[in-house]
């Protein structure tokens, strides 16, 4: 199996529960940002992005929230389930650099 | 669409030994990417490509080179494989939004293994 992530912080949740993930960004002056989700033996999946002009930014099921003064990034998932096991991680970028900078990912794991 | 594919799914080398590891894209993204994963960490980016013909590095290129002769393909090639480039390596494709903002497709991913 995929061996990615045997350190990484891990976040426990009930399932039904919600779910927060957070990251601490490195540059300051990115204003980009994206939280992608990696299951075992896969790619990372896009799940939901914030430009910097913004503090939140919902979807299914997803919140990310952005607080630019302490540069810190968060993702909420609502009534989590068994399928939102994975690795998350967050990643920035300056807009138009077209290249993105990765977090060390957190393991979201699902309890029964 | 098939998105991005990568090929070998696994592999192991020698050290010293070559290899390419081969990434595909059929959305007609102008950008391709090569990520490498180590275990616990993040992805970091080896090398890019903006359109055919232009690569550059990224943060971790020492070992590896890249080519990019047509929009689909961006090959990577490792010359004298060595125990520190054992990683699960990631191509990725996007295409530029005019600055607003952009979403990277990765492909599934090449275990490599250099014992």
């Known amino acids: 199996g995929e061996s990615v992530g045997l350190h990484l912080p891990t976040l426990s949740v009930q399932e039904g529960d919600n779910s927060i993930i957070n990251c601490a960004y490195s540059?300051?002056?990115?204003?980009?940002f994206i939280w992608y989700k990696q299951e075992s033996g896969k790619g990372p999946q896009f799940i939901i992005d914030?430009?910097?002009?913004?503090d939140k930014r919902q979807g299914q099921r997803v919140t990310v929230l952005l607080n630019k003064t302490v540069k810190h990034l968060s993702l909420q998932i609502a009534a989590t389930q068994p399928g939102d096991s994975a690795v998350y991680f967050c990643?920035?970028?300056?807009?138009?650099?077209?290249?993105?900078?990765f977090g060390q990912g957190t393991r979201l794991t699902i309890n029964p | 669409n098939a998105g991005v594919t990568q090929t070998p799914k696994f592999r192991i080398l020698k050290i010293g030994q070559s290899m390419t590891l081969q990434c595909t894209q059929d959305?007609?993204?102008?950008?391709m990417y090569w990520y490498r994963q180590d275990p616990g960490m993040g992805l970091k980016l080896i090398y890019y490509?903006?359109?055919?013909?232009?690569?550059d590095k990224g943060e971790v290129p020492n070992g590896y080179n890249v080519s990019r002769s047509t929009t689909e393909d961006f090959p990577l090639r490792l010359e004298l494989a060595a125990p520190s480039q054992t990683s699960v390596y990631f191509c990725?494709?996007?295409?530029?939004?005019?600055?607003?903002?952009?979403?990277?497709?990765f492909g599934p991913g090449t275990r490599l293994t250099v014992t």
């Open positions: 914030i430009r910097s002009n913004m």
């Open positions: 959305m007609n993204h102008n950008y």
């Open positions: 990725a494709s996007s295409y530029p939004t005019g600055g607003l903002g952009y979403e990277q497709y």
């Open positions: 540059n300051s002056a990115s204003d980009y």
């Open positions: 490509s903006v359109g055919a013909g232009i690569t």
């Open positions: 990643a920035e970028s300056l807009q138009g650099a077209q290249k993105l900078v």
